[in-house]
């Protein structure tokens, strides 16, 4: 179980689509669930042409939560209408982005939302089988998970003829066992097919030919549990609670150096200033701000002077960074960026699989060169040369880990500059060794 | 051996997918929660449900981080030193576990009761630091809860052993 306070804090800037039904006792049960709205988007939609439930998501401005931010809609519609071999619905819960943790309460406190979620897209795609690849770690979540789908089956919400409608579909749970890559999508379809998971040759893309070759759609958690709200309330009223072509709401984790750590649904387009100094409290202990790194740790940093964005996809991207998976993780004057960018290099060069060189290669490298400066043994050339590295590893990679790995050190090795010569300049690093900080 | 309650699960896993080989890393991982690793034994069981050779199962077994092919503690600690983690202390924590069990990243007490990890982000980051003790979440971490946490476990431990 998790501390439901450092999920659900609550702000009164919130705006509760996904997260509404958080913290209405036994909301995990479907009976809650049916009580607030439970699958009725679900029987609205099978009375609904599939065509128009994918223009619907298409229309909505609903972006993948997952991190790269494609529109929904638009990828299902890719999906061959007539196709030889069966087509998949594939639940990306793998979250492991490093400052990441909202797919996580979706799942403990509102497991129905995202079935329900996952049985329109599998109706929108004409599919009749499902898959959620919930990372190793979330066992309990899984369990949480594993129960809800027991109980949809035995009201008849899955399995055959659902609602009388003839329409068929079938759930499970898949557990990964520790690997970021798995949570990259063509990685994910070869470990769900039992292999190692290396990622696959795009194109061609999963929505042509995917899991077990046939076509397939994959989704994350946060993506598919807007699915049901879009269906019941229409595509205008959800585009319009964000930005253009930004539509919803999104849950953001703030975490790091901030009052009041924890998971906020806001809508798209929310003010960083303001999501750091109204919602989470402002910088842990009256801290001055040093930088905030706005979508999990694969995103370049913005610095102090950065952060009047509107977060959404295009606004954070106009800026030079990403809205990514939602994880903003504040960093504050004290933080060694150096350090920071240290411990993300560790992560990637442990993470990335190996399968290309200038991943597997590049990554080691940064690793070891930012290991050995911030040890005190930086030489003057260390900068150069890491950024050198990580442009020889930015776009030259089967699969987006290695420019995960590269865009959040090329901010820090060109933002941060001056921390690096700092170090040279005194042989060690000048900054304290955090310690534990109670709010 | 494997019980036959695993054996069960292993058909009902098995007959969810398309493709049997599918089950793989799922049977592996609910082997390893039974026995406390991944023994010869479970791979030559899973290989010849799901019809691969054992040499497949093993290729697996050598790609995820949470499968091991030795016995580790009764209580796996695995502490977060990731970013969100690492600026609320993560470090500070793990360098409190080790020296309070005696034993650094990946090894195990003598008696068998407490392994250690440094771990990457486990999700629990607006709860940072953050472990895991096996599958259990604990977060907001402190030296004291941590103390409070092992001595607990201690207890439990001496108490469930036979
Ligand atoms: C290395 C890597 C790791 C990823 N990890 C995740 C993850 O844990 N969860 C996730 O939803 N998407 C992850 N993605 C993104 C997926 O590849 C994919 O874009 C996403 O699941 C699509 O769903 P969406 O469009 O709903 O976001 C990752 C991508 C890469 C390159
Ligand atoms: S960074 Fe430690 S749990 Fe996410």
Redesign the interface.
């Known amino acids: 179980?998790?501390?439901y306070e450092?999920?659900a804090k609550g702000s009164p800037l919130e705006v509760k689509v996904i997260s509404k039904r958080f913290g209405i006792p036994n909301s995990a049960s479907i009976d809650v669930y049916l009580q607030h709205d439970g699958y009725k988007a679900l029987q609205k939609a099978l009375g609904m042409k599939p065509d128009d439930v994918i223009n619907e998501v298409k229309n909505s401005g609903l972006r993948g939560r997952g991190g790269a931010g494609f529109n929904a809609g638009m990828k299902w519609s890719f999906v061959p209408k007539q196709s030889s071999k069966?087509k998949y619905v594939v639940c990306n819960a793998d979250?492991?982005?490093?400052?990441?943790?909202k797919?996580?309460p979706l799942m403990e406190y509102d497991p129905h939302q995202l079935i329900e979620g996952i049985l329109i897209a599998g109706y929108a795609i004409q599919s009749q089988?499902g898959f959620i690849y919930i990372?190793?770690?979330?066992?309990?979540l899984m369990e949480i998970v594993d129960r809800a789908i027991e109980e949809a089956y035995a009201r008849g919400y899955l399995g055959k003829n659902i609602l009388g409608s003839g329409f068929n579909f079938?759930l499970?749970t898949?557990?990964?066992?520790?690997?970021?890559e798995c949570g990259e999508e063509t990685a994910l379809l070869n470990?769900?097919?039992?292999?190692?998971?290396y990622p696959r040759v795009k194109p061609p893309f999963p929505a042509v030919v995917g899991l077990?070759g046939g076509p397939t759609i994959i989704n994350n958690v946060e993506t598919l549990s807007n699915v049901p709200h879009i269906i019941l309330n229409g595509a205008e009223w959800y585009a319009k609670l964000g930005t253009p072509k930004n539509g919803g709401t999104r849950l953001f984790?703030?975490?790091?150096?901030i009052a009041r750590?924890?998971?906020y649904e806001l809508p798209m387009g929310f003010p960083l200033r303001r999501m750091i100094e109204e919602v989470g409290g402002g910088v842990l202990g009256g801290k001055k701000l040093k930088g905030v790194?706005p979508g999990g740790?694969s995103c370049p940093v913005l610095t102090a002077d950065e952060i009047d964005v509107a977060m959404d996809y295009d606004s954070v991207a106009k800026a030079g960074s990403m809205l990514g998976s939602g994880?903003v993780?504040?960093?504050?004057e004290d933080?060694c960026m150096v350090?920071?960018a240290q411990?993300?290099a560790k992560?990637y060069a442990?993470?990335s699989?190996g399968w290309c060189v200038p991943c597997r290669e590049g990554t080691a490298w940064l690793k070891n060169l930012l290991t050995r400066f911030h040890s005190g043994a930086g030489v003057e050339d260390d900068v150069d040369t890491g950024l050198d590295v990580a442009l020889n590893i930015l776009g030259k990679t089967l699969c987006p880990l290695g420019d995960a790995a590269a865009m959040p050190a090329i901010s820090i090795f060109k933002k941060f500059r001056h921390e690096f010569e700092e170090h040279l300049r005194l042989g060690r690093c000048p900054y304290e060794?955090?310690?534990?900080?109670?709010a | 051996m494997l019980s036959d309650a695993l054996k069960a699960k292993f058909d009902k896993i098995i007959a969810?997918y398309?493709?049997k080989?599918?089950?793989?890393?799922?049977l592996?991982?609910f082997a390893q929660d039974e026995i406390g690793y991944v023994s010869d034994e479970a791979i030559e069981e899973i290989a010849r449900r799901?019809e691969?050779r054992p040499i497949e199962v093993i290729?697996?077994i050598g790609?995820?981080?949470?499968?091991h092919r030795q016995p580790l503690g009764k209580y796996n600690i695995q502490v977060c030193?990731?970013?969100?983690c690492?600026?609320?202390?993560?470090?500070?924590?793990l360098e409190h576990c080790s020296k309070k069990l005696g034993i650094g990243h990946k090894q195990t007490t003598p008696d068998g009761l407490f392994s250690l990890e440094e771990v990457?982000?486990?999700?629990?980051?607006?709860?940072?630091?953050a472990m895991?003790v096996n599958?259990?979440?604990y977060?907001?971490?402190?030296?004291q809860k941590i103390d409070a946490l092992i001595e607990k476990l201690r207890s439990d431990g001496a108490k469930k052993s036979p």
């Open positions: 179980m998790s501390d450092n999920y069966p979250e492991s982005e490093p400052g990441t943790c797919d996580r089988q990372r190793g770690e979330y066992r309990y079938d499970c898949h557990t990964g066992a520790g690997a970021y470990s769900l097919e039992g292999l190692r998971g077990y984790c703030l975490s790091g150096c750590p924890g998971v790194i740790s994880g993780v504040v960093l504050d933080t350090k920071v411990r993300i992560f442990h993470e699989c060794k955090r310690t534990v900080s109670v | 969810r398309p493709l080989r599918s089950a793989i890393v799922p592996l991982m799901v691969v290729e697996d790609y995820y981080s949470m499968l030193t990731n970013v969100s690492l600026l609320r202390g993560g470090e500070e924590i990457e982000c486990l999700g629990a980051c607006c709860g940072a630091p895991q599958y259990d979440f977060e907001n971490l402190t030296p």
